[in-house]
Protein backbone atom coordinates (compact mmCIF):
# COMPACT_ATOMS: atom_id res chain seq x y z
CA UNK A 1 0.00 0.00 0.00
CA UNK A 2 1.45 3.47 -1.13
CA UNK A 3 0.67 5.99 1.55
CA UNK A 4 0.96 9.93 0.09
CA UNK A 5 1.26 12.98 2.05
CA UNK A 6 0.58 16.01 0.43
CA UNK A 7 1.66 19.24 1.90
CA UNK A 8 2.42 22.75 0.88
CA UNK A 9 -1.00 24.56 0.72
CA UNK A 10 -2.67 27.56 1.56
CA UNK A 11 -4.28 30.89 0.56
CA UNK A 12 -2.80 33.56 -1.41
CA UNK A 13 -3.33 36.50 -3.54
CA UNK A 14 -3.91 36.41 -7.39
CA UNK A 15 -0.44 36.77 -9.13
CA UNK A 16 1.24 34.89 -6.36
CA UNK A 17 2.91 31.50 -6.09
CA UNK A 18 2.68 28.30 -3.77
CA UNK A 19 4.77 24.93 -4.51
CA UNK A 20 2.82 22.21 -3.00
CA UNK A 21 4.68 18.64 -2.31
CA UNK A 22 3.68 15.19 -2.00
CA UNK A 23 5.80 12.72 -0.29
CA UNK A 24 5.36 9.02 -0.94
CA UNK A 25 5.94 5.70 1.31
CA UNK A 26 7.45 3.98 -1.74
CA UNK A 27 8.12 5.17 -5.35
CA UNK A 28 5.72 4.70 -7.83
CA UNK A 29 6.28 5.13 -11.68
CA UNK A 30 3.41 7.68 -12.74
CA UNK A 31 3.00 10.42 -9.95
CA UNK A 32 0.04 13.42 -10.73
CA UNK A 33 -2.06 16.11 -9.14
CA UNK A 34 -5.19 17.11 -9.38
CA UNK A 35 -7.60 19.32 -7.63
CA UNK A 36 -11.31 19.51 -6.89
CA UNK A 37 -13.48 22.66 -6.24
CA UNK A 38 -16.83 22.30 -4.82
CA UNK A 39 -19.04 20.97 -6.61
CA UNK A 40 -16.93 20.39 -9.38
CA UNK A 41 -15.62 16.95 -11.06
CA UNK A 42 -11.56 15.87 -9.91
CA UNK A 43 -9.18 17.79 -12.53
CA UNK A 44 -6.12 16.10 -13.74
CA UNK A 45 -3.52 19.00 -13.06
CA UNK A 46 -0.32 17.62 -14.14
CA UNK A 47 1.71 14.23 -14.37
CA UNK A 48 5.07 13.16 -14.47
CA UNK A 49 6.16 9.83 -15.35
CA UNK A 50 9.25 7.31 -16.88
CA UNK A 51 11.73 8.82 -14.43
CA UNK A 52 10.71 12.17 -14.92
CA UNK A 53 11.17 12.45 -18.51
CA UNK A 54 7.71 12.65 -19.85
CA UNK A 55 4.76 15.37 -18.42
CA UNK A 56 1.72 16.82 -19.38
CA UNK A 57 -0.26 19.16 -18.03
CA UNK A 58 -4.00 20.84 -18.56
CA UNK A 59 -4.42 23.74 -20.93
CA UNK A 60 -5.68 25.86 -17.97
CA UNK A 61 -2.19 25.71 -16.11
CA UNK A 62 0.32 25.22 -19.02
CA UNK A 63 3.08 28.10 -18.79
CA UNK A 64 2.17 28.32 -14.91
CA UNK A 65 2.60 25.20 -13.38
CA UNK A 66 5.83 22.84 -12.92
CA UNK A 67 5.72 19.34 -11.85
CA UNK A 68 8.76 18.24 -10.70
CA UNK A 69 10.34 15.17 -8.47
CA UNK A 70 12.99 14.47 -6.04
CA UNK A 71 12.89 10.29 -6.01
CA UNK A 72 16.07 10.72 -3.17
CA UNK A 73 13.17 12.21 -1.03
CA UNK A 74 10.28 10.19 -2.56
CA UNK A 75 8.65 13.44 -3.20
CA UNK A 76 6.83 15.21 -5.73
CA UNK A 77 6.68 18.83 -6.29
CA UNK A 78 4.04 21.10 -7.79
CA UNK A 79 5.29 24.60 -8.27
CA UNK A 80 2.26 27.11 -9.21
CA UNK A 81 2.89 30.42 -10.27
CA UNK A 82 0.59 33.28 -11.29
CA UNK A 83 -2.03 32.19 -9.39
CA UNK A 84 -5.81 33.05 -10.19
CA UNK A 85 -9.00 32.58 -8.37
CA UNK A 86 -10.14 29.34 -10.58
CA UNK A 87 -6.88 27.80 -9.74
CA UNK A 88 -8.96 27.55 -5.82
CA UNK A 89 -9.02 23.55 -4.67
CA UNK A 90 -8.07 21.05 -2.68
CA UNK A 91 -5.18 19.28 -4.39
CA UNK A 92 -4.64 15.98 -4.31
CA UNK A 93 -1.38 13.91 -5.12
CA UNK A 94 -2.15 10.66 -6.68
CA UNK A 95 0.30 7.56 -7.53
CA UNK A 96 -0.35 4.93 -10.02
CA UNK A 97 2.28 1.93 -11.23
CA UNK A 98 1.03 2.96 -15.38
CA UNK A 99 3.55 3.08 -17.76
CA UNK A 100 1.99 4.26 -20.63
CA UNK A 101 0.01 7.44 -20.75
CA UNK A 102 -1.50 9.92 -23.66
CA UNK A 103 -3.11 13.44 -23.69
CA UNK A 104 -6.19 12.28 -22.25
CA UNK A 105 -5.43 9.37 -20.16
CA UNK A 106 -3.16 10.72 -18.10
CA UNK A 107 -6.01 12.94 -16.62
CA UNK A 108 -8.33 10.43 -15.75
CA UNK A 109 -8.84 9.86 -11.63
CA UNK A 110 -10.23 6.49 -12.03
CA UNK A 111 -6.11 5.07 -13.37
CA UNK A 112 -4.71 6.28 -10.18
CA UNK A 113 -4.44 3.50 -7.66
CA UNK A 114 -3.56 5.46 -4.33
CA UNK A 115 -4.43 9.04 -3.36
CA UNK A 116 -3.68 11.59 -0.65
CA UNK A 117 -5.79 13.62 1.65
CA UNK A 118 -5.41 16.76 -0.05
CA UNK A 119 -3.82 20.28 0.69
CA UNK A 120 -6.39 23.09 -0.10
CA UNK A 121 -5.14 26.25 -1.95
CA UNK A 122 -7.12 29.32 -1.85
CA UNK A 123 -6.44 32.55 -4.14
CA UNK A 124 -8.08 35.74 -3.65
CA UNK A 125 -8.74 38.51 -6.34
Known amino acids: QVQLVESGGGSVQTGGSLRLSCTTS?????MAWFRQAPGKEREGVAVIYNGARKTYYADSVKGRFIISQDNAKMTTYLQMNSLKPEDSAMYLCAASPGVAWNTITWAVATRYNYWGQGTQVTVSS
Open 26 to 30: QLTYT
